[in-house]
Each structure stands twice: as C-alpha cells, then as structure tokens.
Nanobody
C-alpha cells in the first residue's frame, strides 16, 4: 500500500496550491479519504474528508470556503485545492485512507506528507 503526496511548496500569502495524493496497493474507490495537516508544535488537524464516490465532503472551519477536496477514482488520486492561503496554513499535509477520529486515529493508511509553507 502506498499513498504519495505531492504539490506542496513555498507560496506567498493569498496564493494557491493543489496537493495530490497518488494511491496504490488497495482498492482506492472503496475508501473514503481525508487530508490532515500538522504544524510544528501543534496537534494534527483534520482538514477535509471525502466519501468513496466523492459525493460527500466535509471541511474544517479553518479552510472552509478556501479549499476543495476531490478525487479521481480512475486515476486513484486524491486532491486538495487550496486558495487564499494564509501563513497559518503552513504545515505538513498528509492524506489518509479510511475513516477515523478527527485526531487521525483508526485510519487505515497514511502518506508520508508534503510540506506547505506560506510566507507573508
């Protein structure tokens, strides 16, 4: 099983990034998926979730209205489009497969993370 995130980087305040998470080794289209993030010295935060077919999504209040989670079950890829980025969005972003707690417990699979840095 592999989840490989990409698309992170350094961006200025107000900029945009599109994160991707390429999945392999499991039946991607049967799993709900999620994006988490963790900033230095802070707890892991659930950013967004999406159902197995993309029909249902949820967002943390901190990103609602600025971010869009989506998936392509043909390409086995999860996405997170982030707009109007703020300094406080700086974190390592992780994708996760399955369901679990808002703290990230009980998810089945995790990626290695991609760094997002937003500078003012």
């Amino acid at each position: 099983v592999r989840l490989v995130e990409s698309g992170g980087g350094l961006v200025h305040t107000g900029g945009s990034l599109r994160l991707s998470c390429a999945a392999s080794g499991f039946t991607f289209n049967k799993y709900p998926m999620a994006w988490f993030r963790q900033a230095p010295g802070k707890e892991r935060e659930l950013v967004a979730t999406i159902s197995w077919n993309g029909g249902s999504t949820t967002y943390a209040d901190s990103v609602k209205g600025r971010s869009t989670i989506s998936r392509d079950n043909v390409k086995n890829t999860l996405y997170l489009q982030m707009n109007s980025l703020k300094v406080e969005d700086t974190a390592i972003y992780y994708c996760a497969a399955g369901t679990g707690t808002v703290m990230g417990e009980d998810y089945d699979y995790w990626g290695q993370g991609t760094q997002v840095t937003v500078s003012s």
